[in-house]
């Protein structure tokens, strides 16, 4: 018996490529919003620094120049809070394309498997036949 074709294999074949496009870009939206993340974690923490820092001996000038710091923290915050909501935007987008890109590979992956088994419950039938066709002959020359 002939070996198993899929006919689709192709197309099978741009679907699982197209996938793994996807899934790459699915991760790197999702690096993106785990940088700005991280980004957000830091200003946070140097937020937290600066206000624990020793307010004690500190001159007008010194005073000065933390407000304006703790200004530019929180600037910059909201600046990547904005960032991230956009980000987030991007990973839902990548996040669908990237279902899509599944589904259609699943369906012409169902389809292979299906014609598959289908091929093999053909060649055992047709080797049960080959082998009654062998067995029949032998009992035929006996006679």
Do not use: C, P, W
């Not at 407000?67 to 839902?92: G, I, P």
């Not at 299906?114 to 009654?132: I, P, S, T």
């Amino acid at each position: 018996m002939k070996r198993f074709a899929f006919s689709l294999q192709k197309i099978l074949d741009i679907r699982e490529f197209a996938e793994r496009q996807a899934q790459i870009e699915l991760g790197r939206a999702v690096a993106e919003v785990n940088r700005i993340n991280s980004d957000l974690e830091a200003v946070a923490q140097e937020k937290l620094r600066m206000i624990h820092q020793k307010q004690q001996e500190m001159t007008l000038n010194d005073f000065v120049v933390r407000e304006n710091y703790m200004k530019r923290l929180e600037l910059t915050k909201e600046r990547l809070l904005e960032e991230l909501a956009a980000a987030q935007l991007v990973v839902d987008e990548k996040r669908e394309i990237f279902a899509e890109a599944l589904k259609q590979r699943k369906i012409l992956s169902n389809l292979r498997d299906k014609q598959y088994a289908q091929y093999k419950k053909d060649a055992l039938v047709a080797e049960d036949n080959a082998v009654d066709d062998m067995v029949t002959a032998r009992h035929g020359r006996a006679i």
